[in-house]
């Protein structure tokens, strides 16, 4: 995840802090620039917090997901199933550093038919085996993956409201 940049604004009011000054009073911008800036610090140290966990989040979030697709995922060979994964890594962006997760079948390639298998929707599958295996786990397991992500950033704050 990349740091969002914060700017606190607080246009032409007087700054709520101790020993606050009045807008027509000398120092009155240079002092509600420096609590300004404070502030922007703090809030930012918090989204570092953030930052150091949010691959280890989406992970976890992910994992009920993953194992609700290997149910749907074909087993004729055994092949296709054991290829599932679900990683993070850290990436460039266009503007600085982030992270990906990646969840899905056949990284770099192997088995080579899965593509053939996900979206062929004539071929049958015993059940509960099918076609758009992958597809049908994320689309019907959505509501759980936000509940575990707001759950897991939950836990690492200290559990508040768990």
């Not at 509600?32 to 989204?47: A, D, H, Q, W, Y």
């Not at 053939?116 to 076609?131: G, I, K, N, S």
Request: hydrophobic share 40%.
């Amino acid at each position: 995840m990349t740091v969002p940049r914060l700017r606190l604004r607080n246009g032409l009011s007087r700054l709520a802090a101790p020993n606050a000054l009045w807008a027509s009073e000398p120092g009155f911008v240079a002092r509600m620039s420096r609590v300004v800036k404070e502030l922007e610090t703090e809030i930012i140290g918090i989204f570092d917090q953030f930052d150091g966990v949010t691959a280890e989040v989406c992970v976890e979030a992910l994992k009920p997901t993953l194992e609700k697709s290997k149910e749907y995922c074909p087993k004729d060979t055994g092949e296709l199933v054991g290829s599932a994964y679900l990683e993070h890594t850290p990436y460039r962006q266009h503007r600085g550093t982030g992270m990906r997760v990646e969840m899905g079948y056949a990284k770099d390639g192997h088995p080579d038919y899965a593509p053939y298998v996900h979206e062929r929707l004539d071929v049958r599958h015993a059940p509960p085996t099918q076609a758009k295996f992958l597809e049908r786990a994320v689309l019907e397991d959505l509501g759980g993956i936000y509940f575990r992500i707001a759950f897991q950033y939950r836990m690492f704050m200290g559990g508040a409201g768990v």
